[in-house]
């Protein structure tokens, strides 16, 4: 196999070896399939689509975890210790973070592998940060494929860690088992500024922070938060959302935490709704692929790139309606208007 990266500049691989070498659990492997996979560049995408064929038949056997929470209520330090924990009872997790983007650089602003030192050490874990870029939602637009790959190298807990709180936070939900939404203790105005979408997304909320004296106002916001609940459609008929309390930086809670995603595992497994949801989940993938794929050709397109900035200055102007402009690239894109080609 030989394989020289600058980034994203000089990526060449045989792919049949390094999907053997993934497979075997390579490390260094597992991250330059990564590396292939996110790769913007369009001539690494057949080897993308290549390996990605070869590494499915050995994917689809872990617990696929999505966390996300509100700013400050502790996402990463409660991962390390969740992690931690895992590892402990004999798993291999790998955690796919996506963190903020510098705007200059276009790279990780935090770094969680700094912010999770402790689990990054541990030979059973992977933790693969990458930056958010444009991409909505607090996932990248390879994160499911990330997924993918890190389940071919034998791991069989994926976590994968979102921005923060939004709405558009249902892709994280969209490509995972079981949605864990972090919040800090505090009704009220907290539980007030809470999206509807983001709660009906949540298979289990956890009050973190639940220490010293946080430890009985924890108790009382999680009291309301499953008031609250009651009032919204779990995502699942076989699982009724859970609410408990915890506290990442003395370590309670976390056993609870872990059994309760055993549980719900166990509980759509059983019922046959882990395969149904699964499957819904690779027709959704399929699609938003279309989607993201036809857009870059539509910017890509040279005789659209020649309209663009006219468009937007007349719709920026008031000059033309934004659908009129929409339609006359797609058109244009389409081939269906040759004289605005003249």
Same mark, same amino acid.
């Given at each position: ?24 659990g ?13 790769s ?31 700013p ?7 991962i ?32 969680? $592998? *700094?912010r999770?030192?402790?689990?990054? !050490?541990?030979? +059973? &874990?992977? =933790?693969?940060?990458?930056? #958010? %870029? $444009? *991409?909505?939602g607090?996932?990248?637009? !390879?994160?499911? +494929? &990330?997924? =993918?790959?890190?389940?071919? #190298? %034998? ?22 088992d ?6 800090l ?16 997304l ?41 609410v ?22 166990a ?6 709704e882990l395969?149904?949801r ?40 008031g000059?033309?309606?934004p ?12 081939g ?7």
């Amino acid at each position: 196999m030989t394989i020289q990266a600058d980034n994203e500049a000089s990526l060449t691989m045989d792919i049949g070896s390094l999907a053997d070498a993934v497979l075997k659990g390579d490390r260094r492997a597992l991250a330059r399939a990564i590396t292939l996979v996110e790769s913007t560049r369009n001539d690494h995408r057949a080897d993308a689509n290549a390996l990605l064929q070869a590494l499915l038949p050995s994917t689809g056997r872990s617990i696929r975890l999505g966390i996300s929470g509100v700013p400050g209520v502790g996402k990463s330090t409660f991962i390390e210790v969740l992690g931690n924990h895992v590892i402990d009872q004999g798993h291999r997790v790998a955690v796919l973070t996506v963190d903020p983007s510098s705007a200059i650089s276009g790279g990780s602003i935090l770094g969680d $592998k *700094t912010r999770m030192e402790l689990l990054s !050490r541990r030979p +059973e &874990a992977y =933790i693969r940060p990458s930056p #958010a %870029g $444009k *991409t909505l939602g607090g996932v990248t637009r !390879r994160s499911r +494929e &990330a997924l =993918i790959v890190c389940e071919a #190298a %034998g791991y069989d807990v994926v976590i994968v860690e979102t921005v923060g709180v939004g709405q558009s936070e249902t892709r994280v939900a969209d490509m995972t088992d079981m949605f864990m939404l972090l919040l800090l203790p505090g009704g009220g105005d907290e539980l007030q500024g809470i999206k509807r979408g983001i709660m009906e997304l949540a298979d289990l909320v956890l009050i973190n922070k639940a220490d010293d004296d946080m430890a009985a106002l924890a108790k009382r916001s999680a009291a309301e938060y499953r008031n609250a609940l009651r009032l919204l459609h779990p995502r699942s008929q076989h699982w009724k959302v859970r609410v408990q309390t915890c506290s990442a930086r003395d370590g309670t809670g976390i056993e609870e935490a872990w059994q309760q995603v055993l549980q719900h595992h166990a509980a759509l497994q059983e019922a046959g709704e882990l395969a149904v949801r699964r499957a819904g989940q690779a027709r959704d993938w399929m699609w938003s692929e279309v989607d993201d794929a036809l857009l870059a050709a539509l910017q890509d397109d040279p005789a659209v790139c020649e309209q663009i900035p006219l468009l937007e200055t007349a719709v920026s102007e008031g000059r033309l309606p934004p659908v009129t402009a929409a339609r006359q690239l797609l058109e244009l894109f389409l081939g269906q208007n040759p004289e605005s080609k003249s």
